[in-house]
């Protein structure tokens, strides 16, 4: 089972979380830029975030095998603050990058008019761009959030089939459906969806598979880098077939994400000593026989 994880926040996530993925059949990732739980202050704290999703990250990642890209905005909730609103005028520097394969994550939180301002802004920067966007849906009254995402969206130049809209369930599926874009869906151990409620919606909606994409979304909070497998397993006990699940977890993927035209699924040969930017993800000199012999004869 080969699995592209098209939404999870690798920079909150350790090296163990990288090898279980890298076993459970995790070849590619994309990861989105996001709220990383304390606020930002400054736009200069943006920046260095996006630089590490641009070099640190991918790096990592191609450690334990695996193609890292990214997906550069900014975020919904911290759209708020004035003092973070500096950022949309940089992020056209940052959306040219190589490996930036979207706008995103864009969206809403609270459904503000600083929301509406953001998000109407960056639609327009994925136009400009030739990028598609990943669509952040809100959190709590989801069916009144995915309505006002949608007259933005219709409102904008970023034409629907270029749009991925994100933590869908049961309650928003329907529209999102109608409205041409592409559907995402985010497995977490509690909350949002889960693998057997994945199954259920792909059989209802069996005729929309080839524009759905499932993610783990972990990040810093309560989730699982593995959902995406869990989701696989489910699916081929449930009686899809193996072509069903490279559909879902690969090919819808690489479709969406390869609309930016920068996907590369090569990973870079790399060595456990080899550094980025002198930085190694090791830690100390690595053990040898005689290093060994030595600790144990202590």
Excluded at 14 to 41: C, H, I, K, N
Excluded at 202 to 209: F, I, T
Excluded at 244 to 254: A, T, Y
Aim: net charge negative; hydrophobic share 40%; glycine share 6%.
């Amino acid at each position: 089972m080969r699995i592209f994880d098209p939404h999870i926040h690798m920079t909150s996530r350790t090296t163990d979380d990288y090898e279980a993925m890298y076993a459970a059949g995790v070849r590619a990732l994309v990861e989105p830029s996001f709220w990383l739980g304390q606020p930002r202050t400054s736009p200069a704290s943006f920046y260095d975030y996006f630089d590490a999703l641009l070099g640190w990250e991918p790096f990592r990642a191609a450690q334990h095998g695996i193609a890292h890209h990214c997906t550069l905005a900014l975020n919904p909730k911290e759209a708020n603050d004035p003092r973070c609103l500096p950022v949309l005028d940089e992020l056209p520097r940052y959306l040219v990058k190589d490996g930036v394969v979207a706008v995103g994550e864009i969206g809403y939180d609270a459904m503000t008019p600083a929301e509406d301002t953001a998000l109407s802004a960056q639609l327009q920067l994925a136009a400009d761009h030739g990028l598609p966007a990943l669509v952040h849906t809100p959190h709590r009254d989801k069916a009144a959030g995915l309505a006002r995402t949608l007259d933005v969206v219709h409102e904008s130049a970023l034409p629907t089939e270029r749009v991925l809209l994100d933590h869908l369930n049961e309650t928003t599926v329907r529209a999102a459906t109608d409205s041409g874009c592409w559907l995402g869906f985010s497995i977490y151990p509690d909350t949002k969806m889960d693998p057997d409620r994945m199954v259920r919606v792909l059989r209802e909606y069996a005729s929309e598979r080839d524009r759905i994409l499932v993610n783990s979304a972990a990040d810093w909070g309560r989730s699982d880098p593995l959902k995406t497998r869990h989701v696989g397993e489910a699916m081929l006990a449930a009686g899809f077939t193996d072509d069903d699940v490279d559909q879902v977890l690969w090919r819808n993927p690489v479709a969406f994400y390869g609309l930016s035209g920068r996907l590369d699924l090569d990973v870079e040969d790399t060595t456990p000593q080899a550094t980025h930017e002198g930085n190694s993800i090791l830690r100390g000199a690595p053990v040898t026989t005689a290093t060994r012999a030595t600790e144990e004869g202590r």
